[in-house]
């Protein structure tokens, strides 16, 4: 069973950068494809970003967001910089076990709990 904890969210002002970090216990965290979703409370849960040894993002993460892994700490970031007040949404981080379409929330195994993160203008 893989467990994942995120952190790192908080409250941030237009133009402002977070970390996010997903800590991976359980399994074999360097063989998972990770990736990081977001959600608010009218939309669904939205692809960010995505890493499996090469890179991917949405259009709307392009340019201001950075997925990076470090296997040795079994841990996933995402570098957020010039955030906007439509980033504010609770980010989730997730992990697939094989390589499936990876913008899909259905392709991922594992779940963790989520991080809010507010955005102010």
């Known amino acids: 069973q893989v467990q994942l904890v995120e952190s790192g969210g908080g409250l941030v002002q237009a133009g402002g950068s977070l970390r996010l970090s997903c800590a991976a216990s359980?399994?074999?965290?360097?063989?998972?494809?990770m990736g990081w979703f977001r959600q608010t409370p009218d939309k669904e849960r939205e692809f960010v970003a995505w890493?499996?040894?090469?890179?991917y993002y949405a259009d709307s993460a392009k340019g201001r967001f950075t997925i990076s892994r470090d296997n040795a700490k079994n841990t996933v970031y995402l570098q957020m910089n010039s955030l906007k007040p439509e980033d504010t949404a609770v980010y989730y981080c997730?992990?697939?076990?094989?390589?499936?379409?990876?913008?899909?929330?259905?392709?991922?195994?594992?779940w963790g709990q989520g991080t809010q993160v507010t955005v102010s203008s």
């Open positions: 359980g399994g074999t965290f360097s063989t998972y494809a």
């Open positions: 997730a992990a697939a076990l094989a390589i499936r379409p990876f913008s899909t929330a259905r392709s991922y195994d594992y």
């Open positions: 890493n499996g040894g090469i890179t």
